[in-house]
């Protein structure tokens, strides 16, 4: 039944062994992208199409006749048909019998149907050997030769001969094919490119969620109780001065939110005795989810330093600026130098531009090609140590920033304070557990229990239960 050798790499073929026959059914993007590129190299193609016409669009050099008539060309069939379509399949199945039917479909939504394209295929042609391949390259991707996004094909199949033989052909195309078992990895393998970044899902929604409260607190304060109390209108605050509150503050909460599951990760495994207990879920997900909580808050820190670069030259800090010296000289008012206040300001600033390095070398290291540029240790290191270095100096820049005026009670606008007084509860709670935990006598238990001391051996089902940790 096979022409070629099963094992052969592409690479080793010579042309004449290439020359197989390979028939793709639908004329439609994928099939004809798939096709044109096969042909490239080195296949012979055969279309099979409801409307067996040769149209320009499709690649030259193919042949294009009805399904039956191709199906009976090639003993591996590539079905580049819409599953809803795939009905008419079932009168193919005695000429479909015996031979490699591929599965490359996706559909619009996770888990719209009970059962995977794939195995639904099966079904429908009982006597051909399916196998689900290429749905994760797109047929611009195949057309314009950018290949480098996404070179992976996942495949599965219950029939290994026909599964290493859409390997092979995955491979002549240049492509990277990765072996995920049985038909029932299908399901798995037409979920993936419909997921949308499934790990930044969480951290989005949340910061989203941080900026719509803050912004509303800060409107409360800065617009609505100033036009409540004296019909003034502040509502221009909305463009830069409440932004850029909002978003330092999210930073510095999301930055805490990074560090804090590992803190509450510390105190389980101490109250626990032990860290052969699986953390819960959501402690799990959340430890996951750090690296892209700590990029989304390296943005709003960014967008922070813009903000705060333009200060300057705005017109209510201009004018303010001027009316304050003209009424000074008009008063005859003196402003004596504060060296207490410029050493606050200067500080607050220093500590915020620190801190901001920091940030940003954290960003630097989470680069795929420079974090494979450093051993465990040092990515820990920058990761670790300097991440609270940054939190540190993040939240000492609040501080200051805050500095006299910090809880005193003419801030209060009706009882509400600062916001960013609520912002530096996450942040200095943290800080304050974290010293606890590193007091050497908590940090001695901690450090034996990571390296599998157990309080109550006895009691714990141990490793039984896998998870270790972080
Ligand atoms: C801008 C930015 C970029 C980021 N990029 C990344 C990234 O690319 N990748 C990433 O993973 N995170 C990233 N993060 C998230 C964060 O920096 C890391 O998750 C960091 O490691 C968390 O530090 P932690 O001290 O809470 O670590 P934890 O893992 O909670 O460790 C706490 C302490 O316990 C020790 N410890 C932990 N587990 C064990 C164990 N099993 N045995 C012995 N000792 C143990 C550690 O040495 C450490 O001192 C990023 C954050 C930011 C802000
Ligand atoms: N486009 C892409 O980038 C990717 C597509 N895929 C998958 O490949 C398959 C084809 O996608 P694509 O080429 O974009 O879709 P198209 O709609 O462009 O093509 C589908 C083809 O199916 C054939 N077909 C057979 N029966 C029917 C029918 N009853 N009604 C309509 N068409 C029928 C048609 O060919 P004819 O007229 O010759 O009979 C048609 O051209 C889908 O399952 C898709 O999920 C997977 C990865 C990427
Ligand atoms: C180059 C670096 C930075 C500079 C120059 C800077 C400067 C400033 C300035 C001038 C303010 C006062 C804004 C105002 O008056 O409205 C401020 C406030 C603040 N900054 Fe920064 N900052 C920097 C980095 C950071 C970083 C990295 C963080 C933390 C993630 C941060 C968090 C805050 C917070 C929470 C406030 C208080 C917001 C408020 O309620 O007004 N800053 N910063
Ligand atoms: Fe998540």
């Known amino acids: 039944m096979e022409k070629t050798s099963t094992d052969a790499l592409p690479l080793t073929m010579n042309s004449s062994e290439k020359q197989e026959t390979v028939c793709i059914f639908g004329t439609g993007d994928f099939g004809r992208s798939l096709g044109l590129r096969m042909l490239q190299c080195g296949y012979s193609i055969v279309f099979g199409s409801r409307n067996p016409r040769r149209s320009s669009l499709l690649p030259s050099g193919a042949e294009v006749l009805s399904y039956s008539e191709a199906a009976q060309k090639s003993d591996i069939i590539i079905a580049t048909i819409h599953r809803e379509h795939y009905d008419f399949l079932t009168e193919l199945t005695e000429v479909l019998k015996g031979k490699i039917l591929v599965d490359v479909s996706n559909n619009l939504k996770i888990n719209q149907y009970p059962e995977s394209n794939a195995e639904h295929l099966a079904q429908l042609v009982p006597g051909a050997h399916v196998v689900k391949a290429f749905n994760t390259i797109s047929a611009w991707a195949l057309q314009s030769g950018v290949l480098d996004a996404s070179r992976q094909v996942f495949v599965c199949g219950n029939d290994s001969k026909a599964k290493q033989r859409v390997m092979d052909i995955a491979r002549a195309l240049g492509l990277t094919p990765l072996d995920k078992g049985s038909l029932m990895a299908a399901n798995e393998i037409e979920n993936y490119p419909l997921q949308l970044f499934p790990m930044w899902k969480a951290p989005f929604y949340l910061s989203a969620v941080l900026c719509v409260f803050f912004?509303?607190?800060?409107?409360?304060?800065?617009?609505?109780?100033?036009?409540?109390?004296?019909?003034?209108?502040?509502?221009?605050?909305?463009?830069?001065?409440?932004?850029?509150?909002?978003?330092?503050?999210?930073?510095?909460?999301?930055?805490?939110?990074?560090?804090?599951?590992?803190?509450?990760?510390?105190?389980?495994?101490?109250?626990?005795?032990?860290?052969?207990?699986?953390?819960?879920?959501?402690?799990?997900?959340?430890?996951?989810c750090r690296k892209q909580l700590g990029l989304i808050a390296l943005g709003f820190a960014f967008l922070h330093v813009l903000y705060t670069l333009v200060i300057p030259i705005r017109y209510y800090v201009r004018w303010t600026s001027t009316n304050r010296t003209i009424n000074q000289i008009t008063a005859k008012k003196e402003n004596p130098f504060s060296t207490t206040t410029a050493w606050l300001n200067d500080s607050f600033i220093a500590l915020g531009i620190l801190g901001f390095f920091l940030f940003v070398l954290l960003g630097i290291t989470s680069l795929p090609s420079v974090s494979n540029m450093v051993n465990w240790r040092e990515f820990r290191f920058v990761q670790s140590k300097l991440g609270y270095l940054t939190l540190i100096l993040c939240t000492a820049h609040t501080l200051v920033y805050g500095g006299k005026r910090f809880l005193s009670a003419s801030v209060l606008r009706w009882y509400l304070p600062s916001a960013y007084v609520i912002a530096l509860i996450i942040p200095c709670t943290l800080l304050v557990i974290k010293f606890i935990l590193i007091l050497p006598c908590i940090d001695k238990t901690l450090t034996r229990i990571r390296q599998g001391w157990e309080r109550n051996p006895k009691f714990s089902d141990s490793a039984l239960n896998g998870k270790t940790d972080i």
């Open 215 to 288: 912004f509303f607190y800060c409107v409360i304060r800065e617009v609505i109780y100033p036009y409540v109390n004296g019909k003034q209108d502040s509502t221009f605050r909305m463009a830069i001065s409440i932004p850029n509150r909002v978003f330092p503050i999210t930073a510095l909460t999301l930055l805490a939110l990074v560090y804090l599951p590992g803190v509450i990760a510390a105190i389980l495994q101490l109250y626990r005795g032990t860290k052969y207990r699986r953390f819960p879920d959501w402690l799990d997900h959340w430890m996951l």
